[in-house]
């Protein structure tokens, strides 16, 4: 997923929480990844959306996309 979303062609990324096996990362996890990559790359990230039925993560994962998205604001 990673180098998808390096590619720069992805424009819109809809996540859920459990992807299907936790050791090789979650929706939380691909978060993570784009939060770095925006403050450390200055990535450009996509529009992101959570649809994670999980709601102790879906919290987590929304407060992670307002992160991103302020960081996004600020590198311009």
């Not at 990324?13 to 096996?21: A, K, M």
Request: hydrophobic letters at 45%.
């Amino acid at each position: 997923m990673v180098a998808l979303l390096q590619s720069g062609k992805v424009k819109q990324l809809s996540l859920d929480h459990d992807l299907g096996n936790d050791n090789k990362g979650t929706g939380y996890d691909v978060l993570l990844w784009i939060e770095r990559a925006v403050f450390i790359d200055g990535f450009v990230p996509p529009t992101i959306a959570v649809h994670s039925a999980n709601s102790s993560a879906r919290i987590k994962m929304e407060c992670a996309i307002a992160q991103i998205n302020l960081l996004a604001r600020h590198q311009y």
